[in-house]
Structures are given as structure tokens and as C-alpha cells.
């Protein structure tokens, strides 16, 4: 039954990991950009913010990737999913406790800082006013496609070339992605990342919040379809039938499965 894996240790432990890793990155990732110092220049907080992020998310995918596949990203998440490599069903309560834990993030955050840090941005995502919604939605889905697609790539187990370590990869992936877009997307790339500092700050930080779902989800969704279906070592016209065939069912989720992201 589709629903049996409810009863399972391993899929609230997965739950678990999904909660608390998605939790440290907000907590961490966003005390970066709450505690810079506001004379520093605007290079040396996107290095700061982009480091501390980029490592943070590298460090928590190792430590959650044996529990959950380590995806602390409803992008990640999503493309998982379309790309059939878990449940509908676990990657729908993997996406909710990756916004409950963003959401927590942010919270202790909030109660371990000041009332005058907490008066500020907030690690909230936002954009200049020289960059529209729709520019900030493409640069969101092109940097969260080369995330998910580098995700993808460094868990393909038919590769016999791939060498050193998968979730530094990925955390490379964050941190380039942050260098390159902060000051003009906002680098955003993880919706239940955009949601914490959102929910917990309010007011502006709601501003142009679609902007945050849309870019990542959309992007994240091609980047995994592309890997999957032309990138992937086993990938060909008879994986492309299988895929669109009608009959085609979700993958059994296996505890030893590594879907790291």
C-alpha cells in the first residue's frame, strides 16, 4: 500500500533530517547576513553570506544524505520527485518539514538576536528596483537549475568518472550561485530558505515572495529532468519512452539509497 512507509522508523527519521538540516541552514546561513557589520562593503557581505552558505549547505547534506538523501530544499525535493526517484507522498512531507524547519530556523534566530538585528532585512531575499520580477524568476530558475542539475549529477551511481565528494559539489554550487546573484536576485534558491526569515520577520520580507517559489521550483524541476533524461549515464531514447510511458510508477525508496541534494 502506498501509505505503508508512514509506519516506518526510517521515514520519520528521514522527516526528521529533512526538519533539522533545513533549520541549521536558515539559523546559520541567515546569521550571516544579520550580523555583517553595516560599514563593511557590499562585496564583503555577498562573500560572507555566500561562504556561509555554501559551506553550511555542503556540511548538512553530509550529515543528512545516509537519513533523508540530505535534500533541505523543496527545489531539490520537487525534481526528486517529477524525476520519479521517491513517493509523492514522502516528498510531499519532506517539502512541509523543510518549510517547518526553515520556519524554526528563523524563529531561534530571532529570539537569539538583538531587537536592533532583528529591525533589519532579516535575511530576508530581495531584489534592486532596476531588476523586474520576471528577471529576478530567470536568474532564480537558472542558478537553482545548475544546483539541482550539479545535485543530479554527483548522484548518478552509473558514473564511474565522479571523483571527491558530492555534497562539496553541491555546497560549491550554493556558494557560486550566491558570489554571482546576491546583489541582484537575491540568490534565493531554496523556497523554504526564502519562507523562515519571511514568516518570522513579516512586513517586507513578503515582498515579491512568489519570486522565490517560482524561480527555484521552475528551474529546479528542468535541471533535474535534463540531467535525468539526457545527461544521466544511462540516459537515451528508451529511458525518454519509459519516463513518459502512462504505466511508469514512482521508485520504491530504499534506506540505502544515496539521493543526495
Same mark, same amino acid.
Not at 564583503?44 to 555542503?58: E, K, N, P, W
Not at 547534506?61 to 533523508?68: N, P, R
Not at 519571511?198 to 513578503?206: K, N
Given at each position: 500500500?502506498?501509505?505503508?512507509?508512514?509506519?516506518?522508523?526510517?521515514?520519520?527519521? #528521514?522527516?526528521? !533530517?529533512?526538519?533539522? +538540516?533545513?533549520?541549521?541552514?536558515?539559523? /546559520?546561513? *541567515?546569521? @550571516? %547576513?544579520? &550580523?555583517?557589520?553595516?560599514?563593511?562593503?557590499?562585496?564583503?557581505?555577498? #562573500?560572507?553570506? !555566500?561562504?556561509?552558505? +555554501?559551506?553550511?549547505?555542503?556540511?548538512? /547534506?553530509? *550529515?543528512? @544524505? %545516509?537519513? &533523508?538523501?540530505?535534500?533541505?530544499?523543496?527545489?531539490?525535493?520537487?525534481?526528486?520527485?517529477?524525476?520519479?526517484?521517491?513517493?509523492?507522498?514522502?516528498?510531499?512531507?519532506?517539502?512541509?518539514?523543510?518549510?517547518?524547519?526553515?520556519?524554526?530556523?528563523?524563529?531561534?534566530?530571532?529570539?537569539?538576536?538583538?531587537?536592533?538585528?532583528?529591525?533589519?532585512?532579516?535575511?530576508?531575499?530581495?531584489?534592486?528596483?532596476?531588476?523586474?520580477?520576471?528577471?529576478?524568476?530567470?536568474?532564480?530558475?537558472?542558478?537553482?537549475?545548475?544546483?539541482?542539475?550539479?545535485?543530479?549529477?554527483?548522484?548518478?551511481?552509473?558514473?564511474?568518472?565522479?571523483?571527491?565528494?558530492?555534497?562539496?559539489?553541491?555546497?560549491?554550487?550554493?556558494?557560486?550561485?550566491?558570489?554571482?546573484?546576491?546583489?541582484?536576485?537575491?540568490?534565493?534558491?531554496?523556497?523554504?530558505?526564502?519562507?523562515?526569515?519571511?514568516?518570522?520577520?513579516?512586513?517586507?520580507?513578503?515582498?515579491?515572495?512568489?519570486?522565490?517559489?517560482?524561480?527555484?521550483?521552475?528551474?529546479?524541476?528542468?535541471?533535474?529532468?535534463?540531467?535525468?533524461?539526457?545527461?544521466?549515464?544511462?540516459?537515451?531514447?528508451?529511458?525518454?519512452?519509459?519516463?513518459?510511458?502512462?504505466?511508469?510508477?514512482?521508485?520504491?525508496?530504499?534506506?540505502?539509497?544515496?539521493?543526495?541534494?
Amino acid at each position: 500500500m502506498w501509505t505503508d512507509e508512514l509506519r516506518t522508523f526510517p521515514f520519520w527519521k #528521514a522527516i526528521a !533530517a529533512e526538519f533539522l +538540516g533545513t533549520g541549521f541552514l536558515v539559523f /546559520v546561513g *541567515c546569521a @550571516a %547576513a544579520v &550580523s555583517s557589520n553595516p560599514a563593511a562593503s557590499v562585496d564583503s557581505f555577498v #562573500a560572507r553570506v !555566500a561562504f556561509t552558505f +555554501g559551506l553550511t549547505v555542503a556540511t548538512l /547534506v553530509w *550529515c543528512t @544524505a %545516509a537519513a &533523508s538523501g540530505g535534500h533541505i530544499n523543496p527545489a531539490v525535493t520537487m525534481a526528486v520527485m517529477v524525476t520519479r526517484k521517491i513517493s509523492l507522498l514522502r516528498g510531499a512531507f519532506y517539502i512541509v518539514a523543510q518549510c517547518g524547519g526553515a520556519i524554526a530556523g528563523a524563529g531561534l534566530l530571532s529570539a537569539a538576536t538583538s531587537e536592533a538585528i532583528n529591525a533589519g532585512p532579516f535575511g530576508c531575499n530581495g531584489f534592486p528596483d532596476y531588476i523586474g520580477a520576471g528577471q529576478a524568476i530567470l536568474m532564480e530558475a537558472m542558478i537553482t537549475f545548475v544546483l539541482v542539475f550539479t545535485v543530479f549529477a554527483t548522484c548518478d551511481d552509473k558514473r564511474k568518472d565522479l571523483q571527491g565528494s558530492g555534497p562539496l559539489a553541491i555546497g560549491i554550487a550554493v556558494l557560486v550561485a550566491h558570489l554571482g546573484m546576491i546583489p541582484l536576485s537575491g540568490s534565493g534558491m531554496n523556497p523554504a530558505r526564502s519562507l523562515g526569515p519571511a514568516v518570522i520577520r513579516g512586513g517586507p520580507c513578503w515582498s515579491n515572495h512568489y519570486v522565490y517559489w517560482v524561480g527555484p521550483l521552475v528551474g529546479g524541476v528542468i535541471g533535474g529532468l535534463v540531467y535525468e533524461l539526457i545527461f544521466a549515464a544511462d540516459a537515451g531514447a528508451a529511458k525518454v519512452r519509459r519516463f513518459f510511458s502512462p504505466t511508469e510508477s514512482h521508485t520504491e525508496y530504499r534506506d540505502d539509497e544515496r539521493i543526495i541534494g
